[in-house]
Each structure stands twice: as structure tokens, then as C-alpha cells.
């Protein structure tokens, strides 16, 4: 994590909790408790997430990774990034973990734009299990169809920003 992403994460969790501690009633109490519980929940999934990772990123050379998906892959990372996006049947912890260890081995940032942004609208896994027992064909063909430019287009806004 950045040093801004940090200083936003801990200081709102600080600023809550000073919030919470001044109502002077049972909230910051709730708050601990509910942390706790969340906590319990997701640290095991997020163990597992990163190993997985780890793994995945082990098994694929470095070389692929920079040449797909790295500074000099231009465009064709980000519509790569997309299609990765697209195909990895997983949840928040696992993908973002995949991305992380993507970026640690070299992946541009407009890359790991368009793959989380792949991830987070074509879900292959949740369209199969939710979306079309659910909606149904049709329905799910004109989401998709309404959503495939997105994550190219969040790439090649990630590229101009980085630029």
C-alpha cells in the first residue's frame, strides 16, 4: 500500500473511532466487536488469497508477465488485462491479490486497471452461477454487451493519467 492509501485507510479508521468513542454510548464497542468478527472472516480468505497469488505468479515467468502486461505492452497490456480480468473465476481477495502480485512483478498500472475492471464487470464465474439462472440469457447478453468497453476504456484512461 502507497503511503497515501495508508495515511487514508488508518486515518479514517482513526477518525471513526475517535467519532465513535466521543457519542459516549455502546457504538465503539459494536465497532470493535463487528471488526472482530469481519476480521475472523476475512483473514483466513485473505491468507489463502495470497498464497494462491504467490503461487500463480511462481508459475508464470516474469518475462510474460513484463511482456504482456508491463509499460511496453501499451494498449495491447490493457486489452490483454481485460481478457485476464474476464477469465479469472475468483473472488475480491484472490483478484486483488493477483493483482498485486502482477504489479509487483512488473505489470503497468493501466494493465492492472483493466484487469480488475474485467474482473469486477464480467465475472464469467458469477454470470454462470447467478446471473444467468437468475436473469437469463437474454438479459445477461445485453449486460455484457453494454459493459465490454469498459474495461479497455478504464485502461486507456489509466494510460493517459500515468503518461
Known amino acids: 500500500m502507497n503511503g497515501f492509501g495508508a495515511l487514508f485507510i488508518y486515518g479514517a479508521a482513526l477518525g471513526l473511532a475517535a467519532y465513535t ?20 472472516i476475512i483473514m483466513p480468505r485473505l491468507v489463502f488469497a495470497l498464497l494462491g497469488a504467490g503461487f500463480l505468479v511462481t508459475l508464470i515467468p516474469t518475462e510474460i508477465i513484463v511482456r504482456f502486461l508491463g509499460e511496453e505492452s501499451g494498449f495491447t497490456g490493457v486489452l490483454i488485462g481485460s481478457l485476464t480480468g474476464l477469465v479469472i473465476a475468483s473472488g475480491p481477495a484472490m483478484s486483488f491479490a493477483i493483482a498485486a502480485a502482477f504489479a509487483s512483478e512488473g505489470a503497468s498500472i493501466p494493465a492492472l486497471v483493466a484487469f480488475l475492471t474485467g474482473w469486477s464487470v464480467f465475472a464469467a464465474h458469477r454470470v454462470l452461477i447467478f446471473e444467468i439462472p437468475m436473469f437469463g440469457f437474454r438479459w445477461v447478453r445485453l449486460r455484457m454487451l453494454s459493459v465490454i468497453p ?13 503518461a
Request: no cysteine; aromatic share 4%; hydrophobic share 50%.
Open 21 to 40: 468513542l466521543a457519542r459516549r454510548d455502546t457504538t465503539f464497542r459494536n465497532g470493535i466487536r463487528r471488526a472482530v468478527e469481519q476480521a475472523t
Open 150 to 162: 469498459l474495461p479497455p476504456i478504464a485502461g486507456a484512461l489509466a494510460m493517459l493519467v500515468t
